[in-house]
């Protein structure tokens, strides 16, 4: 257990709302991730922080903000909702001691977008 | 930009079959992770390979990286209905910030 937390597991909203999705983590693991996951697509990396305030864009950003302003914390941000950011979206670590790309991943949040 | 293609995509097979799952790309990568993933619930890492040509096994799973670092196999042996689930390939480029690039993912059902 990588001690990750996401909330909320579940949430039905409608296009053009704002959206936050939470990621706590217990253990002040310094990277964390976002990543939305389709049918035919895998995972897809959106954002991903390397500390405190510091972050960076994956390979699908755009429609997304983050911030992170304590280690714990990794928040994702839907500014106004769209039909196409319906999808589960998982938060992963990379936990200390472990080789890069060895990521645990939280239960995800599944946000359905009217 | 890189890709990882996964084959096959869908895989039913019955209880004590032999099967493969291929992950191919055409960048190199620095390291290459197998994934498992069950309905409802986040991957969860089954091994890293990391130098070229290397095979690591996991009781009824062989994991292979190819010689060049762009392509990777998974082969069940005697496969059992609780490996039932979505495996996933992910590969690592060199910039060694964790950013993965996944496989579409293989669904595998096996029927007793």
């Known amino acids: 257990d990588a001690g990750i937390t996401q909330s909320p597991r579940h949430k039905v909203t409608e296009t053009g709302t704002p959206v936050t999705l939470r990621c706590h983590q217990t253990?002040?693991?310094?990277?964390m991730y976002w990543y939305r996951q389709d049918p035919g697509h895998g995972l897809r990396l959106i954002h991903y922080?390397?500390?405190?305030?510091?972050?960076d864009k994956g390979e699908v950003s755009d429609g997304y903000s983050v911030s992170r302003s304590k280690t714990e914390d990794f928040l994702l941000t839907l500014e106004s909702a769209t039909s196409s950011q319906t999808s589960v979206y998982f938060c992963?670590?990379?936990?200390?001691?472990?080789?890069?790309?060895?990521?645990?991943f939280g239960e995800g949040s599944r946000l359905t977008v009217l | 930009t890189q890709l990882l293609e996964q084959s096959p995509q869908f895989l039913s097979i019955q209880e004590g079959e032999n099967l493969t799952v291929y992950c191919n790309s055409s960048?190199?990568?620095?390291?290459l992770q197998w994934y498992r993933q069950e309905p409802g619930e986040g991957p969860v890492l089954l091994v890293t390979v990391v130098t070229g040509g290397e095979v690591k096994k996991l009781k009824r799973l062989t994991f292979q990286f190819g010689d060049a670092r762009k392509d990777s196999s998974l082969h069940i042996t005697a496969a059992q209905p609780g490996d039932t689930g979505l495996y996933l390939c992910a590969g690592e480029g060199s910039s060694n910030t964790g950013k993965l690039i996944f496989g579409q993912g293989t669904t595998l059902q096996v029927k007793p």
């Open positions: 253990e002040n693991h310094r990277y």
């Open positions: 992963a670590i990379r936990a200390t001691g472990y080789n890069t790309g060895e990521l645990f």
């Open positions: 922080s390397y500390g405190v305030k510091d972050t």
């Open positions: 960048s190199v990568f620095s390291s």
